[in-house]
């Protein structure tokens, strides 16, 4: 990569190696006002006299305005007004002392914080006047969260060390948690309220080296430094990086090229051996992947480095083009692509880049239209390009589903009320209504209509209406066996990194392979030989192919929901998915879309989620989400750090949000069009000014929730927890760099940059940085 700087010392234009380049303009107080790509797409802002950006587009090469944002300053310099392409307005109003005070939305709606006499946040009212949800936190001399009292009235409490250090974590659904920590501050002692106490140790340089449980079969070391013997030449550049993991799964281990970028992979499960290969561009961007069969999946990429073709060969035969002729809006998501066999699949945008329309005109394809309310909730469901809803839906205040209409007869298809936390107390459907029933003490769910449900003392589900289903799970924490009416019906096992690699009953096994951003890659028998395996198009999964190594095609939905699988050879679909079935993924999917007799099996449901016929749960990573109740199975791995809701999912909006892993709910609009980034497009664009965080997307100007990213996360988060809407726009960030090729960037430099451009205040960031082991931050600057 090359940098050119102009005669003020200004960044002028980064170069990567292949030719791409990122070019940056200033006006003449130095203030970068555009950053334009190769291919001539632009992100232009408008600055007023005191340097406040009042408007930013994203145009293409023949200035056409593709995106719009716009904001209004009051004669502080405070944000006013933030308007989105529809003048859209959020309204930001303060206190005497300069202190954000109340946020009106386009609805109305408003949301109020209330300080402390030191001008700390300590409660937050949700819809004044309506609902009023309340969360009110307490803080001590150290500005340090003590207490959260959610709006059941349940209080979560933290107590620290005299070193600062969370000593004791006590949560009404997961019991009281105890830690300890060595003279460096890591952490060496977790005692759940299971009485299972987990240690860990660490090398000298403060890396995990070891996880040892009370059983001791399920310990996970870590080594580091030193390259494992399966790597080849040219694969042994260790050095800094993990090496290897051996878990109670077996082991996996790491293989690098001279640039860091990890190359092979080796995963022994049970004595079964998967590899995965991966190839770079000369500017380090994903070109192949090469599966534990041998098939091997390529990327073409165009000269912006976005993937504009992907190909498919067997391990016994001729390459065959899975998509082509993939476009992208200017600076912005993926506008559409050809499948090889000439469908044709076409994703459009507004100027909010949210998305319009899916449609693939062919019989049997994915044909959706997308209609928003004015505070950006998902509304209708309409045939793409029409205006006539199919279903309509409707949200209570705080943005969460509580309709699902026929968008002709305005019947209630499906219907969900909730407490405020966010418990689903009511679900309606033709089938009549359902009642939810909780701890009184705790947001466990203890009843659903008269089936009763139990728990663990950490608050785990160990049961379903009695012996029908039942959950066991070992000193990890993870559900290991699975009974149904007494019997076992299937073990788990998982490796070091959390993934479920291997589930059987006796003697017959299936082993599951992950990529490195934790998406599923494949499924494998008892052999090791592949059941299936997806194909990726980022965050997409675009193909998937059956043992006998037969291609099929996948059209993604706009969360990157598998909706519909199509027999390219047939060109009919297989298997079919109604995005306008039931909401939370209880409707299950037609298997013989074709009517043949014949049922195509494809276990991905929602994004990170893939369902498992014998717990009925879908696996979404480090825990099990369950679509009967809407709502996870155990709780959040990180606490409160996910939301006030431990067993929530993805804030009871799934058209607007989707958990990859189970732990995050990620927004919609989180993505990098809508924050002047190009993850989508293959590069990045770099803040000029703070160009040490290779393949960072710039300080993330116009992201619609800054520089209120989250109300409530406003808050300071507890103790050594990181805080949940930090942790969206940094993990985003970080997984952006690496689906575009680029090595995955440190969190504390991608979190000092984001309060550097001011998006996240310094304050609402010391929870996080403090949890991830970062530096204090450095003073803030007012960016646009």
Same mark, same amino acid.
């Not at 791409?20 to 992100?43: Q, W």
């Not at 290969?277 to 069969?293: E, N």
């Given at each position: 990569?090359?940098? !050119? =700087? #102009?005669?003020? *010392?200004?960044? /002028?234009? $980064? %170069?990567?190696?292949? &030719?791409?380049?990122?070019?940056? @303009?200033? +006006?003449?107080?130095?203030?970068?006002?555009?950053?334009?790509?190769?291919?001539?797409?632009?992100?232009?802002?408008?600055?007023?006299?005191?340097?406040?950006?009042?408007?930013?587009?994203?145009?293409?090469?023949?200035?056409?305005?593709?995106?719009?944002?716009?904001?209004?300053?009051?004669?502080?310099?405070?944000?006013?007004?933030?308007?989105?392409?529809?003048?859209?307005?959020?309204?930001? !109003? =303060? #206190?005497?002392? *300069?202190?954000? /005070?109340? $946020? %009106?939305?386009?609805? &109305?709606?408003?949301?109020?914080? @209330?300080? +402390?006499?030191?001008?700390?946040?300590?409660?937050?009212?949700?819809?004044?006047?309506?609902?009023?949800?309340?969360?009110?936190?307490?803080?001590?001399?150290?500005?340090?969260?003590?207490?959260?009292?959610?709006?059941?009235?349940?209080?979560?409490?933290?107590?620290?060390?005299?070193?600062?250090?969370?000593?004791?974590?006590?949560?009404?659904?997961?019991?009281?948690?105890?830690?300890?920590?060595?003279?460096?501050?890591?952490?060496?002692?977790?005692?759940?309220?299971?009485?299972?106490?987990?240690?860990?140790?660490? @090398?000298?340089?403060?890396?995990?080296?070891?996880?040892?449980?009370?059983?001791?079969?399920?310990?996970?070391?870590?080594?580091?430094?030193?390259?494992?013997?399966?790597?080849?030449?040219?694969?042994?550049?260790?050095?800094?990086?993990?090496?290897?993991?051996?878990?109670?799964?077996?082991?996996?281990?790491?293989?690098?090229?001279?640039?860091?970028?990890?190359?092979?992979?080796?995963?022994?499960?049970?004595?079964?051996?998967?590899?995965?290969?991966?190839?770079?561009?000369?500017?380090?961007?994903?070109?192949?992947?090469?599966?534990?069969?041998?098939?091997?999946?390529?990327?073409?990429?165009?000269?912006?480095?976005?993937?504009?073709?992907?190909?498919?060969?067997?391990?016994?035969?001729?390459?065959?083009?899975?998509?082509?002729?993939?476009?992208?809006?200017?600076?912005?998501?993926?506008?559409?692509?050809?499948?090889?066999?000439?469908?044709?699949?076409?994703?459009?945008?507004?100027?909010?880049?949210?998305?319009?329309?899916?449609?693939?005109?062919?019989?049997?394809?994915?044909?959706?239209?997308?209609?928003?309310?004015?505070?950006?909730?998902?509304?209708?469901?309409?045939?793409?390009?029409?205006?006539?809803?199919?279903?309509?839906?409707?949200?209570?205040?705080?943005?969460?589903?509580?309709?699902?209409?026929?968008?002709?007869?305005?019947?209630?298809?499906?219907?969900?009320?909730?407490?405020?936390?966010?418990?689903?107390?009511?679900?309606?459907?033709?089938?009549?209504?359902?009642?939810?029933?909780?701890?009184?003490?705790?947001?466990?769910?203890?009843?659903?209509?008269?089936?009763?449900?139990?728990?663990?003392?950490?608050?785990?589900?160990?049961?379903?209406?009695?012996?029908?289903?039942?959950?066991?799970?070992?000193?990890?924490?993870?559900?290991?066996?699975?009974?149904?009416?007494?019997?076992?019906?299937?073990?788990?096992?998982?490796?070091?990194?959390?993934?479920?690699?291997?589930?059987?009953?006796?003697?017959?096994?299936?082993?599951?392979?992950?990529?490195?951003?934790?998406?599923?890659?494949?499924?494998?028998?008892?052999?090791?030989?592949?059941?299936?395996?997806?194909?990726?198009?980022?965050?997409?999964?675009?193909?998937?192919?059956?043992?006998?190594?037969?291609?099929?095609?996948?059209?993604?939905?706009?969360?990157?929901?598998?909706?519909?699988?199509?027999?390219?050879?047939?060109?009919?679909?297989?298997?079919?998915?109604?995005?306008?079935?039931?909401?939370?993924?209880?409707?299950?999917?037609?298997?013989?879309?074709?009517?043949?007799?014949?049922?195509?099996?494809?276990?991905?449901?929602?994004?990170?989620?893939?369902?498992?016929?014998?717990?009925?749960?879908?696996?979404?990573?480090?825990?099990?989400?369950?679509?009967?109740?809407?709502?996870?199975?155990?709780?959040?791995?990180?606490?409160?750090?996910?939301?006030?809701?431990?067993?929530?999912?993805?804030?009871?909006?799934?058209?607007?949000?989707?958990?990859?892993?189970?732990?995050?709910?990620?927004?919609?609009?989180?993505?990098?069009?809508?924050?002047?980034?190009?993850?989508?497009?293959?590069?990045?664009?770099?803040?000029?000014?703070?160009?040490?965080?290779?393949?960072?997307?710039?300080?993330?100007?116009?992201?619609?929730?800054?520089?209120?990213?989250?109300?409530?996360?406003?808050?300071?988060?507890?103790?050594?927890?990181?805080?949940?809407?930090?942790?969206?726009?940094?993990?985003?960030?970080?997984?952006?760099?690496?689906?575009?090729?680029?090595?995955?960037?440190?969190?504390?430099?991608?979190?000092?940059?984001?309060?550097?451009?001011?998006?996240?205040?310094?304050?609402?960031?010391?929870?996080?940085?403090?949890?991830?082991?970062?530096?204090?931050?450095?003073?803030?600057?007012?960016?646009?």
């Amino acid at each position: 990569m090359t940098v !050119a =700087y #102009d005669e003020t *010392g200004n960044v /002028k234009q $980064v %170069t990567q190696p292949d &030719g791409d380049f990122v070019k940056y @303009d200033y +006006d003449a107080a130095h203030r970068l006002t555009d950053i334009t790509d190769s291919a001539g797409s632009n992100l232009h802002y408008s600055l007023d006299v005191a340097g406040n950006c009042f408007k930013e587009e994203i145009k293409d090469a023949s200035g056409n305005v593709k995106r719009t944002l716009t904001r209004v300053y009051n004669k502080l310099g405070q944000l006013q007004t933030q308007a989105d392409a529809s003048a859209n307005p959020t309204e930001f !109003a =303060y #206190d005497l002392n *300069g202190d954000l /005070k109340l $946020v %009106t939305d386009a609805l &109305g709606r408003k949301t109020q914080l @209330d300080p +402390d006499p030191l001008r700390r946040v300590v409660r937050t009212l949700q819809d004044v006047g309506g609902l009023a949800v309340e969360i009110t936190q307490q803080l001590d001399a150290l500005d340090r969260v003590t207490a959260v009292i959610d709006p059941k009235g349940l209080t979560t409490r933290y107590d620290y060390s005299s070193l600062g250090d969370l000593g004791k974590l006590t949560s009404p659904d997961t019991g009281a948690t105890t830690y300890s920590y060595d003279a460096a501050g890591n952490r060496t002692l977790e005692a759940t309220a299971r009485g299972v106490k987990i240690s860990s140790s660490y @090398d000298v340089l403060g890396r995990l080296t070891k996880l040892s449980y009370p059983t001791s079969a399920l310990n996970v070391a870590y080594s580091y430094d030193v390259a494992p013997v399966s790597c080849q030449a040219g694969e042994t550049f260790a050095q800094g990086r993990l090496a290897s993991i051996k878990d109670s799964s077996g082991a996996t281990e790491y293989c690098y090229n001279s640039f860091g970028d990890l190359v092979r992979k080796l995963q022994t499960t049970n004595g079964k051996a998967f590899t995965l290969r991966y190839g770079y561009t000369a500017s380090g961007r994903l070109a192949s992947v090469i599966y534990p069969d041998g098939a091997k999946v390529d990327y073409v990429r165009n000269g912006l480095g976005q993937a504009t073709e992907v190909g498919y060969t067997s391990a016994t035969g001729a390459r065959q083009i899975l998509l082509k002729n993939a476009s992208y809006l200017p600076l912005g998501p993926i506008a559409g692509w050809t499948y090889g066999n000439g469908r044709v699949l076409t994703r459009a945008y507004d100027q909010d880049y949210r998305p319009k329309a899916i449609q693939d005109t062919s019989a049997g394809g994915l044909d959706v239209g997308f209609g928003f309310d004015p505070v950006g909730n998902l509304s209708k469901l309409t045939p793409a390009g029409g205006t006539v809803a199919d279903v309509t839906l409707g949200y209570d205040p705080l943005g969460r589903l509580t309709e699902f209409k026929d968008g002709v007869t305005g019947t209630v298809l499906d219907g969900y009320t909730y407490d405020k936390t966010g418990n689903r107390q009511s679900s309606k459907s033709a089938a009549g209504e359902v009642a939810y029933t909780y701890e009184a003490n705790s947001h466990r769910l203890i009843k659903v209509g008269g089936a009763p449900r139990v728990y663990n003392a950490v608050g785990d589900t160990t049961s379903i209406n009695g012996t029908e289903r039942e959950f066991v799970y070992d000193v990890t924490g993870r559900m290991s066996q699975v009974k149904r009416n007494g019997a076992v019906a299937r073990e788990y096992r998982y490796n070091g990194k959390g993934e479920q690699v291997r589930g059987f009953l006796g003697t017959a096994n299936t082993y599951t392979l992950y990529d490195e951003f934790g998406r599923w890659m494949g499924d494998y028998d008892n052999a090791g030989k592949p059941l299936q395996q997806a194909i990726w198009l980022d965050d997409m999964p675009v193909g998937v192919t059956s043992a006998d190594a037969k291609l099929a095609y996948i059209e993604p939905d706009h969360l990157g929901s598998p909706r519909v699988v199509i027999d390219p050879a047939r060109n009919t679909a297989v298997w079919a998915w109604n995005l306008k079935s039931e909401a939370f993924g209880l409707t299950n999917p037609d298997q013989d879309a074709d009517k043949d007799g014949s049922n195509f099996l494809l276990n991905m449901r929602f994004p990170g989620q893939r369902y498992d016929s014998f717990s009925g749960l879908n696996q979404n990573y480090y825990r099990e989400y369950d679509t009967s109740s809407g709502r996870y199975t155990q709780s959040d791995p990180i606490g409160q750090g996910g939301g006030l809701n431990l067993y929530g999912y993805v804030k009871n909006a799934p058209y607007s949000w989707k958990d990859v892993d189970g732990q995050q709910a990620i927004s919609l609009s989180a993505n990098p069009a809508v924050t002047g980034a190009t993850a989508l497009s293959g590069h990045a664009l770099q803040n000029p000014s703070e160009l040490t965080v290779d393949g960072s997307f710039g300080d993330y100007r116009g992201n619609p929730l800054s520089p209120v990213f989250d109300l409530v996360h406003l808050m300071a988060s507890p103790g050594n927890q990181a805080d949940s809407g930090v942790v969206q726009i940094v993990s985003r960030i970080q997984s952006d760099a690496v689906l575009a090729g680029r090595k995955r960037p440190d969190r504390c430099e991608v979190l000092q940059q984001l309060i550097d451009s001011g998006v996240i205040p310094a304050k609402a960031a010391k929870a996080t940085q403090k949890a991830w082991g970062c530096r204090p931050s450095r003073i803030s600057k007012d960016r646009c």
